[in-house]
């Protein structure tokens, strides 16, 4: 496997693109050669489609000059596509004081609800969490019991005083109201990216 990945090259930076519009054939394909062709790495994607609307969303690592030169050529890219482009380079994530340097993550599966994700982020702010990363998708369960079930993953930076046990109880009782199941506790996690 080879070292010399984007991540251990001095200098890397990240980078967020959005293509917003019309849904075509390939609108995926366009923006990953896009930011291929000028020296990026994709480290995550998220397509989905809204009616006759596409929104397609890439987190994007490369050195400084290619990320300029994505930043520049972007005109080329709405052309390409007919979408609305958005590209926001970033600045190196940074540990915000008062929080430990560790990423913690958690992943759970309950039916879906109204306010679901509302309650669940009250427990993460009650408690001083920070959100790096959240997804969220609702899926419809077919079969004799039937309903939809929300899968939840979080991506989060603590306190440096932490009530783990306090958390991992007010995180219990909402997953068990909500008839689910924690896949994975409150544990740390690898890298600025935790892979599912």
Not at 25 to 33: D, M, S, T, W, Y
Not at 61 to 79: F, G, N, Q, V, W
Request: proline share 6%; net charge neutral.
């Amino acid at each position: 496997m080879p070292t010399n990945t984007l991540e251990t090259r001095q200098g890397a930076q990240h980078a967020a693109l959005w293509l917003i519009g019309p849904d075509m054939p390939g609108l995926l394909r366009i923006g990953a050669e896009y930011v291929t062709k000028r020296g990026g790495n994709i480290d995550k994607d998220i397509a989905d489609k809204f009616g006759e609307k596409a929104v397609v969303f890439m987190s994007i690592t490369a050195k400084p000059e290619d990320i300029a030169r994505m930043d520049r050529d972007k005109a080329s890219l709405k052309d390409a596509t007919g979408c609305g482009v958005v590209f926001q380079p970033m600045q190196q994530p940074t540990v915000p004081y008062g929080f430990q340097e560790d990423l913690y993550g958690f992943d759970i599966v309950t039916d879906d609800a109204v306010g679901l994700l509302a309650e669940l982020t009250k427990v993460v702010a009650d408690f001083g969490l920070l959100i790096v990363g959240h997804t969220g998708e609702r899926r419809v369960v077919p079969g004799p019991r039937g309903g939809a079930q929300s899968g939840q993953k979080f991506v989060v930076l603590l306190p440096q005083r932490f009530d783990h046990v306090g958390f991992t109880n007010a995180l219990s009782e909402v997953v068990r109201r909500y008839n689910g199941k924690m896949i994975t506790p409150l544990r740390t996690v690898n890298g600025l990216l935790w892979w599912w």
